[in-house]
T-cell receptor, first 112, second 114 residues
Framework: SAVISQKPSRDICQRGTSLTIQCQVD?????MFWYRQQPGQSLTLIAT?????????ESGFVIDKFPISRPNLTFSTLTVSNMSPEDSSIYLC?????????FGPGTRLLVL | GNSVTQMEGPVTLSEEAFLTINCTYT??????LFWYVQYPGEGLQLLLK?????DKGSNKGFEATYRKETTSFHLEKGSVQVSDSAVYFC?????????????FGKGTKLSVKP
């Protein structure tokens, strides 16, 4: 199975600040995604991270709020910008490989 | 459209009880089906999968069979343990254009009491 790591694992942030989450995948992954899991909820796809170009965002998510980079095949970042308490969630990096989608351990974000 | 419906939780069982978590889906074409598990304080882990009708996925004593005729992928385990306490997500993978898209059910929380 693919190995996906994320950092930080958790953070507590003040409203109005930004946080960048890093994701590293192994070479078996071809596509990378970012998901949000709000408290007690299921997962919602934020965007597909495209290597060397702008990410593809799902309805309800915009680049100004969630800028994403993927400079190479195995690394991506998600920034949560100008945070508010409503952004308190788990953010999960995901990768597609070997006909299966794998998930990182998640970043638990609390915005005060 | 494509969707996944799971039985609502929480589900509370005693150790060694039989577990069934129902999952049904709506899809065009022939999706792949997955069960993911999220243990307390952790991310999602793939539990098992099935890629075509009548396939049975199995792992750690859990199993689920892809039933095209009933559009179902119910998760079962013959004897649950306290360590199985987690949230279980059923998911469907379909291809829209050139990439796959994973759709999750709302999750079912399982609590196993000793």
């Amino acid at each position: 199975s693919a190995v996906i790591s994320q950092k930080p694992s958790r953070d507590i942030c003040q409203r109005g600040t930004s946080l960048t989450i890093q994701c590293q995948v192994d070479s078996q992954v071809t596509m990378m995604f970012w998901y949000r899991q709000q408290p007690g909820q299921s997962l919602t796809l934020i965007a597909t991270a495209n290597q060397g170009s702008e990410a593809t965002y799902e309805s309800g998510f915009v680049i100004d709020k969630f800028p994403i980079s993927r400079p190479n095949l195995t690394f991506s970042t998600l920034t949560v910008s100008n945070m508010s308490p409503e952004d308190s969630s788990i953010y999960l990096c995901s990768g597609w490989g070997q006909e299966t989608q794998y998930f990182g351990p998640g970043t638990r974000l609390l915005v005060l | 459209g494509n969707s996944v419906t799971q039985m609502e939780g929480p589900v509370t069982l005693s150790e060694e009880a039989f577990l069934t978590i129902n999952c049904t889906y709506t899809a065009t074409g022939y999706p792949s089906l997955f069960w993911y598990v999220q243990y307390p304080g952790e991310g999602l882990q793939l539990l098992l999968k099935a890629t075509k009708a009548d396939d049975k996925g199995s792992n750690k004593g859990f199993e689920a069979t892809y039933r095209k005729e009933t559009t179902s992928f119910h998760l079962e385990k013959g004897s649950v343990q306290v360590s199985d306490s987690a949230v279980y997500f059923c998911a469907l993978l379909y291809y829209g254009g050139s990439q796959g898209n994973l759709i999750f059910g709302k999750g079912t929380k399982l609590s196993v009491k000793p």
